[in-house]
């Protein structure tokens, strides 16, 4: 048994040896694709300004920045037929004046740039509270691992999507959703699955569980399956979007339920 391990390390060698000391340059060929509209704009149940971000995609061989649309125009309008206007505070970023969503209410968002009209709908849900979070210590071959729980009662009878914003020190650690396909009606324990191990005595976690639209939920569900969570990454894909006019991003109206939880 050792020779044979001995032998394939050896071939292993000279198949290397072989490979580096023949070097070709190759050139990708990337094709320059036009830029496309990316709007992310959220409504929650808080009073407070709400915001939507407006950027443009750029070519791959360009650096990662948030390429701003400036100049937009956008507009909220409820179904009772109140009208809300954004201002832009900074380059791409467009605030409101304070208001908060209403449950059961559907918001429209309409954003022009440069003539061209972009458009959205996404009505608010039930709100679901966010009971309780504890922490559960999970052993993985040996490595024990601490994993932060959030406690609710999912409605009986009610289709419910979720998203969960987990933030340490007022930075977003981990976002994902879920739904209630297999515990309608039920106490829900789910496990976020963020090592918490790097925290020290008194940190601080924050959880926001978010009651979010099927088509809201689609979209986030499509975007982790890009970055593989849940399973190996699948083929990079535009996640769903809810906007029209080939625009990328979300619209989503929400609720906000949180809770802060403190390493002891």
């Known amino acids: 048994m050792k020779s044979t391990i001995v032998k394939l390390i050896v071939t292993a060698a000279v198949i290397v040896t072989s490979l580096s000391s023949c070097e070709k340059v190759i050139d990708l060929e990337l094709n320059k694709s036009e830029p496309v509209i990316v ?37 909220v309008t409820s179904q009772a037929g109140s009208v809300i ?15 908060r969503g209403r449950t059961g209410v559907q918001y429209t968002l309409d954003v022009t740039v440069d003539g061209k009209k972009y458009s959205a709908v996404s009505t608010m849900p039930e ?11 999970v052993s993985f071959f040996g490595n024990n691992s601490t994993y932060l729980i959030a406690n609710f009662l999912d409605p009986l009878g009610i289709q419910n999507q979720y998203r969960y914003v987990l933030s340490i020190k007022s930075k977003v650690v981990e976002d994902l959703v879920s739904e209630d396909r297999f515990n309608d009606g039920n106490v829900v324990a789910n496990t976020i699955y963020y090592k918490l191990n790097d925290l020290e005595r008194g940190d601080a976690i924050e959880l926001d569980l978010q009651c979010i639209d099927r088509n809201v939920y689609k979209y986030y569900y499509a975007f982790g399956q890009n970055l593989g969570e849940g399973g190996p990454p699948v083929a990079p894909a535009n996640p769903p979007s809810n906007i029209s006019n080939g625009a990328l991003g979300i619209f989503s109206v929400h609720t906000s339920s949180k809770r802060i939880a403190k390493v002891m």
Do not use: H, M, W
Request: net charge negative.
């Open 39 to 75: 709007v992310y704009g959220e409504i929650n149940d808080q009073t407070e300004n709400q915001y939507v971000r407006i950027s443009r995609t750029y070519s791959f061989t360009e650096p990662n920045k948030f390429n701003e649309v400036t100049g937009a125009r956008v507009i």
């Open 85 to 99: 206007n954004y201002s832009e505070i900074t380059p791409g970023v467009y605030q409101s004046s304070k208001f």
């Open 127 to 137: 709100k679901v509270f966010l009971d309780s979070l504890n922490f559960r210590d």
